[in-house]
């Protein structure tokens, strides 16, 4: 079965930090992968999605930076982190096409202090 | 992707059906419509997805109007568990992003 790792679950970090945050798949290859950011009592919102090894695209513009590196490996990084940047992000996979359902990591709480 | 309008929020009692309601007045005949609900704290969960005809699973019921512009989404008994925001999502077969609206939040009362 397909499974989908993301670490670490919470991190506080300061303002002007670099962040990474990694997110795994394990049981499928040639996944969709996804990064969401959830403010606090707000939606999600996507941030990158990747239909393949080194393809990213963005969709909004921010500070934050997306690869992936390996087929079942996504990233988030940042170089230096805004206050703004507070939430809770989520990865997620999907398999190609619209009508695959996405499942979704246990996600990363994140504050910047 | 196609908007959707759902409502805010609904409220439940325990062990009775629950009928969510989605409005995508705009749906093409390639949207697919998802269903997903996200409990306090975690991360968003797959329910549910159809295209024209009513689904089922063990999860909910999916019953889509004949001329797509509507869905619901049905629990046959809500439990205390089913508390969460329920979103509604209407994506292309060809397309590979995905984007939420606010959702419903449904409260359930013991």
């Known amino acids: 079965s397909q499974t989908i790792h993301q670490w670490p679950a919470t991190l506080v970090q300061p303002v002007g930090s670099p962040l990474s945050l990694e997110c795994t798949v394990e049981?499928?290859?040639?996944?969709?992968l996804y990064w969401y950011r959830q403010a606090a009592g707000r939606g999600l919102q996507l941030l990158f999605y990747?239909?393949?090894?080194?393809?990213i695209s963005s969709e909004v513009p921010q500070n934050l930076s997306a690869s992936r590196p390996q087929d079942r490996q996504f990233i988030l990084s940042s170089k230096k982190l805004l206050l703004s940047d507070s939430g809770f992000y989520l990865c997620?996979?999907?398999?190609?096409?619209?009508?695959?359902?996405?499942?979704f990591g246990d996600g990363t709480r994140l504050s910047i202090l | 992707d196609a908007k959707t309008t759902q409502p805010n929020s609904m409220e439940s009692n325990e062990e009775e059906p629950v009928h969510l309601p989605c409005n995508h007045s705009?749906?093409?005949?390639?949207?697919?419509i998802h269903w997903y609900r996200q409990l306090p704290s975690q991360g968003p969960e797959y329910v549910i997805h159809?295209?024209?005809s009513n689904v089922n699973n063990r999860m909910a019921s999916l019953a889509i109007a004949e001329d797509r512009k509507s869905s619901t989404l049905i629990l046959h008994r809500a439990t205390l568990r089913d508390a969460a925001v329920y979103y509604c999502?209407?994506?292309?077969?060809?397309?590979?992003?995905?984007?939420f609206g606010a959702g419903t939040r449904l409260t359930v009362k013991p």
């Open positions: 997620a996979w999907a398999g190609q096409g619209g009508n695959q359902p996405q499942h």
């Open positions: 049981g499928t290859s040639n996944p969709n």
């Open positions: 990747s239909v393949g090894i080194g393809q």
């Open positions: 705009t749906i093409s005949g390639t949207d697919y």
């Open positions: 159809g295209l024209t």
């Open positions: 999502i209407l994506r292309d077969v060809w397309n590979n992003d995905m984007r």
